[in-house]
C-alpha cells in the first residue's frame, strides 16, 4: 500500500506544482507590491515611518531583514515548496535528501526590496 502511495505522490506534485504552486507566485509578491505602492503614496507619512512600515510588513511575513538604511529596506526568506518535496518522497526518500539539500544550499530565497524616492 505505501508503494502505491509513493507513486502517486510523483503526479500529484508535478500537478500541485506547475499549475497551482507557480500560479500563486505572482499573486503572493502582487501582495508586497500593492503595498509598497500603497505606503510610497500616503503623504502623512515621513520616510522614517515608511521605512517603519516595510520592516514590519516584512517581519510579520517571516521575513529576514538583511539590509536596512534611510532609504531601503531587504528582507529574504526561504520558501518550502511542498509540491517538490511531495515529487521528492515519490521519487522515494533519496529523493527528500536531494530536496532538502537544494532546499538549504542551493536555493536562491525569495527577496522583497522596498526604496523609498527621496
Sequence with gaps: MSQVIMM?????????????????KPKYQKTFDDFGEK????????????????????????YTITESTQTKV????????MSLLAMSIGAYYVG???????????QKPHVVEYKLNI
Design 96 to 106: 527528500v535528501l536531494v530536496y532538502l539539500a537544494y532546499y538549504f544550499w542551493i
Design 74 to 81: 531587504r528582507g529574504e526568506k526561504r520558501i518550502l515548496s
Design 39 to 62: 505606503i510610497m503614496h500616503n503623504s502623512r507619512l515621513n520616510s522614517e515611518e515608511k521605512i517603519e512600515q516595510y520592516t514590519q510588513m516584512l517581519s510579520l511575513n517571516g
Design 8 to 24: 502517486l505522490l510523483f503526479p500529484i506534485g508535478l500537478y500541485f506544482y506547475f499549475f497551482i504552486e507557480r500560479k500563486g
